[in-house]
């Protein structure tokens, strides 16, 4: 005999898929779920049959470093491989060549964590993903920029403040190449959201660490697990708090 009072498995099923998945405007208001231990285990269950996947990003992403680091080597003269000729090296090689591969580093990291968030929203994504967000090179940097002289002088004042900024903008840079959003409504958007339940994304952060730290025992073979769990549960943690891409 039916019960006519039980919704139907397919909208319960519709319902709760509905509720793991943010939004901006939710996002903001501080109206989603997050769990330290969920977001673990979550970026745990979808890591199987992806490790190839983050891996291959991985390894592109240092590829491309190194092929930046070179060039911009020989581009301003700074011995980029070579530790002690790089301590003396002139400082205008040094300023220009930071800033060559700052330019280029931050829309391959960009790329990196638009990898573990279309993983956690389970869409279709590949390695090639750390080169796809080079369109939004100027905000992503201008984004970039602001941050870390924000947080730079928060740990200047007393050093709270510069924490408690580097975790409210945790999630900044990819609302710019996800939700292309300008740099300062993404920095603001991530730390509205994130100060909504900030010490629960301080507990993430710090396991996030701890992952890498114990993944990098044992002669690095556990960084072969532990680096696809945490971009991965970085992207639970995005997908939580900002859910889908602008329209979805």
Same mark, same amino acid.
């Given at each position: 005999?039916?019960?006519?009072?039980?919704?139907?498995?397919?909208?319960?099923?519709?319902?709760?898929?509905?509720?793991?998945?943010?939004?901006?405007?939710?996002?903001?208001?501080?109206?989603?779920?997050?769990?330290?231990?969920?977001?673990?285990?979550?970026?745990?269950?979808?890591?199987?049959?992806?490790?190839?996947?983050?891996?291959?990003?991985?390894?592109?992403?240092?590829?491309?470093?190194? &092929?930046?680091?070179?060039?911009?080597?020989?581009?301003?003269?700074?011995?980029?491989?070579?530790?002690?000729?790089?301590?003396?090296?002139?400082?205008?090689?040094?300023?220009?060549?930071?800033?060559?591969?700052?330019?280029?580093?931050?829309?391959?990291?960009?790329?990196?964590?638009?990898?573990?968030?279309?993983?956690?929203?389970?869409?279709?994504?590949?390695?090639?993903?750390?080169?796809?967000?080079?369109?939004?090179?100027?905000?992503?940097?201008?984004?970039?920029?602001?941050?870390?002289?924000?947080?730079?002088?928060?740990?200047?004042?007393?050093?709270?403040?510069?924490?408690?900024?580097?975790? &409210?903008?945790?999630?900044?840079?990819?609302?710019?190449?996800?939700?292309?959003?300008?740099?300062?409504?993404?920095?603001?958007?991530?730390?509205?959201?994130?100060?909504?339940?900030?010490?629960?994304?301080?507990?993430?952060?710090?396991?996030?660490?701890?992952?890498?730290?114990?993944?990098?025992?044992?002669?690095?073979?556990?960084?072969?697990?532990?680096?696809?769990?945490?971009?991965?549960?970085?992207?639970?943690?995005?997908?939580?708090?900002?859910?889908?891409?602008?329209?979805?």
């Amino acid at each position: 005999m039916s019960d006519i009072y039980k919704a139907p498995e397919s909208q319960l099923a519709e319902n709760s898929e509905a509720g793991d998945f943010g939004s901006l405007e939710k996002g903001i208001a501080g109206d989603y779920s997050f769990s330290i231990g969920e977001a673990i285990n979550e970026g745990w269950q979808l890591s199987k049959g992806k490790k190839r996947t983050v891996w291959f990003a991985i390894i592109l992403y240092i590829i491309a470093i190194a &092929a930046t680091s070179f060039v911009a080597g020989l581009l301003t003269g700074y011995p980029a491989f070579d530790l002690t000729g790089a301590a003396r090296a002139s400082l205008s090689s040094t300023i220009i060549y930071n800033l060559i591969t700052g330019i280029v580093g931050v829309p391959l990291a960009v790329g990196m964590m638009m990898v573990g968030i279309k993983i956690a929203r389970k869409e279709e994504t590949s390695g090639t993903e750390v080169f796809a967000h080079f369109d939004k090179i100027v905000p992503l940097c201008v984004t970039y920029i602001i941050m870390s002289i924000l947080v730079g002088i928060g740990f200047l004042l007393l050093v709270i403040p510069g924490i408690y900024l580097v975790i &409210a903008y945790m999630l900044a840079l990819p609302l710019v190449a996800d939700r292309n959003l300008g740099p300062w409504k993404a920095l603001e958007a991530s730390r509205k959201a994130i100060t909504n339940n900030w010490f629960a994304f301080l507990g993430f952060f710090i396991v996030l660490i701890l992952i890498y730290l114990v993944g990098g025992l044992a002669l690095l073979i556990g960084l072969i697990w532990a680096l696809p769990l945490a971009s991965i549960a970085y992207g639970v943690a995005y997908r939580k708090v900002f859910g889908g891409p602008q329209g979805s």
